[in-house]
């Protein structure tokens, strides 16, 4: 919904420049100023994309086939997770170690590309699947999806790929976890983040979904031809959704602790994924940027200087969380504010760059 609403108010700064942008004597000059715009060699950008959906396909099936041997354990113990833990306690706590060292790796490399792909409309329902789609409590934005185990169970649009591994493997989230069985991994009597037994029959069920998902978003991105529309939306819908992100981050147990509220970014903190989809978005626009300064080079210069500063910005909230700093709720908020302020005023430039070039934004 913030994306759309992102996307809807950029629609109308963009449609208000082109209707004060000059008269019918324009016509000719504003076509060929976007023909000129839509030739522009976006390669550069759909090879970081192929990139990625390699990177990409590569975690996951190296997931999926911990999952395969995590579930080949289960099985070999009939699925009596007690009996399992009884008498393979270390190949559990390593199998489950495997896995979440798998998506510790996959994570990052979805998050890089996200703002090509949730940006990108004919791409955008692959960003619902992976990484962004709610469970069937949220119809509106719940998956279009359920997993279907091996052994005939059903879990209907249960969520993401990435919330349903992430919270499985660290056992936050008890509906996908062993019935019966405490998580003692080590053997210490007590049961610490990080330490989770998945049920094998989801766990397997998940992973060789999200490995076909991967693959079928890189025969997408294999087929998809970037064009400055694609690249300008992306921007302008992307962005703007830092409040959204640092919310998350407020609600995590990197700044809630025990009582947090988000059962998933709890693998890394949430200012890492803000990063890494930030990080994706400067390399759109600095394959973009030329076309935007044959237009008007001053704006295109401080629009590069805004996006690089809110990168900046987010490093630096990053790396004061890794040196040791926990930061409260309150100053997340703030934080997320000012962010979404920069973000914000950002999408407006960018929105103002598509009109100058007369490019329409696509809708979602």
């Known amino acids: 919904m913030r994306r759309t609403l992102a996307l809807t108010a950029a629609l109308a700064a963009t449609t208000f420049l082109v209707a004060c942008g000059g008269d019918d004597d324009d016509t000719a000059a504003d076509t060929t100023t976007a023909a000129a715009a839509q030739a522009a060699d976006l390669g550069a950008v759909k090879s970081y994309l192929l990139d990625h959906t390699a990177r990409l396909n590569a975690d996951v099936t190296r997931l999926r086939e911990d999952a395969e041997a995590y579930y080949a354990l289960a099985e070999a113990a009939d699925f009596d997770y007690a009996k399992l833990l009884a008498g393979s306690r270390e190949e559990v706590a390593a199998a489950v170690k495997r896995l979440q060292a798998d998506f510790v790796a996959a994570n990052p490399a979805y998050e890089e590309m996200e703002g090509v792909v949730a940006g990108v409309p004919s791409l955008a329902d692959f960003d619902v699947i992976i990484d962004a789609g709610g469970d069937k409590s949220d119809p509106e934005n719940a998956v279009p999806f359920s997993v279907k185990t091996p052994a005939g169970k059903t879990f209907e649009q249960p969520g993401n790929y990435n919330f349903l591994v992430e919270t499985a493997v660290y056992g936050t989230e008890e509906r996908f976890q062993a019935k019966g069985v405490r998580a003692d991994l080590d053997g210490d009597g007590e049961v610490r983040f990080g330490e989770a037994v998945p049920d094998a029959d989801f766990l397997v069920a998940a992973a060789r979904d999200f490995e076909k998902t991967t693959k ?149």
């Open 216 to 364: 079928e978003l890189d025969t997408a991105a294999k087929a998809w031809t970037p064009t400055m529309q694609d690249a300008l939306t992306a921007l302008v819908v992307m962005t703007p959704t830092m409040s959204e992100y640092f919310e998350a981050w407020k609600n995590s147990r990197f700044i809630a602790g025990s009582k947090a509220t988000e059962s998933a970014f709890v693998a890394a903190s949430r200012l890492q994924d803000i990063e890494d989809i930030l990080g994706g978005l400067v390399v759109i626009y600095d394959n973009i940027e030329p076309q935007i300064a044959e237009e008007d080079p001053a704006q295109a210069e401080q629009t590069g200087a805004a996006l690089d500063e809110l990168l900046a910005f987010v490093e630096k909230v990053r790396d004061e969380e890794k040196g040791g700093k926990r930061f409260t709720a309150e100053e997340a908020e703030t934080l997320g504010t000012d962010a979404q302020e920069q973000a914000e005023a950002i999408a407006g430039q960018v929105s103002q760059a598509a009109g100058k070039l007369n490019i329409e934004l696509e809708e979602g």
